[in-house]
């Protein structure tokens, strides 16, 4: 068999792309020329005082029949038939056929359409909401009024944006093409509103605090640097949102919280981003056991006022948010998940020697509880699909959290996995000002020796803390995560409107 000479090659089908491309964009700008011309320019459209969504004609049918409305949005397909002409009309609340036919709307308007309307143009409709004799509930439009000229075609054949990197760099194509999308984002609104209506409803008060630090603190993080002209000093993007809220737990409030966007110069992947959003909370007169039970309310809660259940699906696991979460410390995981008892482990020579024996790398900067964490990491994490507090950290890797008045080697700190990973961090808080200069000044200490996540010593912090800081509970949820998990989303990106994303070459 001869073979097809007249196969392109993938340049020559770029190049084609390219040009067909180009003429579409020749051609539309031509309709707005045009437009313009005869006296119907769609930019000098200020306003469209619309009647009904779509959606809500589709739901309230029995409210809307036979009655007149007036809907805008984007036509999404066009079906001609000769002398009437069906179209998909797409609004913030969903979608409704339009029915647009010559006798109704007039012939200087239907050739208009036909000669200047594309797909993607938004419009705005008068007309009657009907039921087709196939059933489909309708518009039949009066008048059409094209609103807004789309010069660049959408996705070809409007079956979504498949690229998943243009996705996200192209978010208002993503929305317009692919509708699912925009339900994780409603819902994620839902979820925010509903963790600040059950804090609210307990008593806590939010707040906001300043996100230029002139020291990096809060957290173990690599910070992202500015400089402030006037002052003449470099500040920091804070990574945390933990030590000026503490400070307002000293200066006598009992319950805050802040949700805000925090910011660290960090590695990108399926779950994190450099910038993102984080709750944090603190009560006073509580402990980490009291941040335990809040955890678990807040997140049952918000997942039956957002979902209506607390049995929910994340890839191919079932996930029950009504049962009791395990708690369990982390040397316990340790010893349930990878067969060894950290708790004979007495010195940072015996954890090397156990390390070194399960081919675990260390670096020579970490401690016994460093080394611990490394085995948690290793044995524990992937096994911990179900709602799981980890508790009583190593205070080498818990720089604020209070240590354990019986076993001051460990702090009274938990996180929360599910799925396998971390959902919330939280500690009793450290108020001890004496043993929290000494924290600060081993990071510091850390930081010198090359940890770049490592903080320095804020001595107004400590300031604060020599003032009384009463027992406090303290709580971070990243609320990225959360929406992942309640939304059965892989990737954090899949939960942010506008991740960060590379630069393309040359549109910098």
Known sequence: ?????????????????????????????????DMQGAGNDPFKMTTYDTTAYAQDIVDKFDEYEEKEVRVAGRI?????????????????????QLYV??????????????????????????????????GEISVKAHAVTILSKSLLPLPEKWHGLKDTDMRFRQRYVDLIVNPDVRDAFVKRSKIITEIRNYLNDTGFLEVETPVLHSIAGGASARPFITHHNTLDIDMYLRIALELHLKRLIVGGFDKVYEIGR??????????????????????????????????????????????????????????????????????????????????????????????KEHHIGYEERHQKGDILNLFFETYVEEHLMQPTFIMDHPVEISPLAKRKPTDPDYTERFELFIVGREHANAFSELNDPIDQR????????????????????????????????????????????????????????????????????GNK
């Open 262 to 355: 925090v910011f660290r110069n960090e590695g990108m992947d399926t779950r994190h981003n450099p910038e993102f959003t984080l709750l944090e909370l603190y009560q006073a007169f509580t402990d980490y056991h009291g941040m335990m039970d809040l955890t678990e309310n807040l997140i049952r809660a918000v997942a039956k006022k957002v979902l209506g259940t607390a049995q929910i699906t994340y890839g191919e696991t079932e996930i029950d948010l009504d049962k009791p979460f395990e708690r369990l410390t982390m040397s316990d995981a340790v010893l349930k998940y990878g067969k060894v008892d950290f708790s004979k482990v007495k010195t940072l020579e015996e954890a090397r020697a156990l390390a």
């Open 76 to 96: 999404m397909s066009w079906r001609d038939m000769g002398k009437a002409a069906f179209m998909d009309l797409r609004d913030a609340s969903g979608r409704i």
């Open 1 to 33: 068999m001869q073979e097809n000479q007249n196969v392109n090659t993938p340049e020559e089908n770029e190049e084609l792309n390219e040009q067909q491309l180009s003429e579409i964009l020749q051609i539309r700008r031509g309709k707005l020329t």
């Open 101 to 134: 036919k010559i006798d109704v709307v007039g012939e200087e308007t239907y050739e208009n359409l036909h000669n200047y309307l594309d797909i993607g143009d938004i419009v705005g409709v008068d007309g009657i909401a009907f039921r087709t004799r196939r």
């Open 438 to 505: 000494g924290r600060f000044e081993a990071q510091a200490a850390a930081k010198a020796a090359g940890d770049d996540e490592a903080c320095d010593v804020d001595e107004d912090y400590l300031t604060a803390m020599e003032y009384g800081m009463p027992p406090t509970g303290g709580l971070g949820i990243g609320i990225d995560r959360l929406v992942m998990l309640l939304t059965n989303s892989a990737s954090i990106r899949d939960v942010l409107l506008f991740p960060t994303m590379k630069p393309i070459a």
